[in-house]
T-cell receptor, first 113, second 109 residues
Framework: DSGVTQTPKHLITATGQRVTLRCSPRSGDLSVYWYQQSLDQGLQFLIQ???????AKGNILERFSAQQFPDLHSELNLSSLELGDSALYFC????????????FGPGTRLLVL | GQQVMQIPQYQHVQEGEDFTTYCNSS?????IQWYKQRPGGHPVFLIQ?????EVKKQKRLTFQFGEAKKNSSLHITATQTTDVGTYFCAGYNTDKLIFGTGTRLQVFP
């Protein structure tokens, strides 16, 4: 158990819909990262937040957005969903800004029908 | 953009055989990390290498960081069925941790 929690574990929705994925980092960690892992694919970095502020952006679509709240939990919002958005979405956390080990949550498996 | 490639993509070995995965970056990395993802699981940190030419061992696992800090390798001696999973290298380039494409290891008893 990494100490990072993600909800929900599974999500099934339809194209065009909007969903919110939630992540609680390890106690004391200030950075939260979001990754997308498609079937048989590697981990694609989406975005990083540090202490409430966006710090780094990867290949995140404009239909996707994220935020980190004062209590340091984070949400990833996915809108106008397409079939290709079906994937595992991982959240990870680390104590500070960069260069450190990242601790991954169990992931949210999203299926868009 | 920066790319981190791993070879091979898949490897099937008999239990007891050795296994090596290679990681190559298109740019110099400040450090390299290795993660293991079991089937159905999430990535779990294994180790971090920082210095050029650094070699670290964890029991049957040997990790190496290249002299130019653009490549790395993970070698497993005498594989066991518990080694099954996908091994990812990941390197920091400025502010982003870029994950390699991964090597999926299957071990047959």
């Amino acid at each position: 158990d990494s100490g990072v929690t993600q909800t929900p574990k599974h999500l099934i929705t339809a194209t065009g819909q909007r969903v919110t994925l939630r992540c609680s980092p390890r106690s004391g960690d200030l950075s939260v990262y979001w990754y997308q892992q498609s079937l048989d694919q590697g981990l694609q970095f989406l975005i990083q937040y540090y202490n409430g502020e966006e710090r780094a952006k990867g290949n995140i679509l404009e239909r996707f957005s994220a935020q980190q709240f004062p209590d340091l939990h984070s949400e990833l919002n996915l809108s106008s969903l397409e079939l290709g958005d079906s994937a595992l979405y991982f959240c990870a956390s680390s104590p500070f800004l960069m260069g450190e080990t990242q601790y991954f949550g169990p992931g949210t498996r999203l299926l868009v029908l | 953009g920066q790319q981190v490639m791993q070879i091979p993509q898949y490897q099937h070995v008999q239990e007891g055989e050795d296994f090596t995965t290679y990681c190559n970056s298109s740019t110099t990395l400040s450090n390299i990390q290795w993660y293991k993802q079991r089937p159905g699981g999430h990535p779990v940190f294994l180790i971090q290498l920082v210095k050029s030419g650094e070699v670290k061992k964890q029991k049957r696992l040997t990790f190496q960081f290249g002299e130019a800090k653009k490549n790395s390798s993970l070698h497993i001696t005498a594989t066991q069925t518990t080694d099954v999973g996908t091994y990812f290298c990941a390197g920091y380039n400025t502010d982003k941790l870029i994950f390699g494409t991964g090597t999926r290891l299957q071990v047959f008893p």
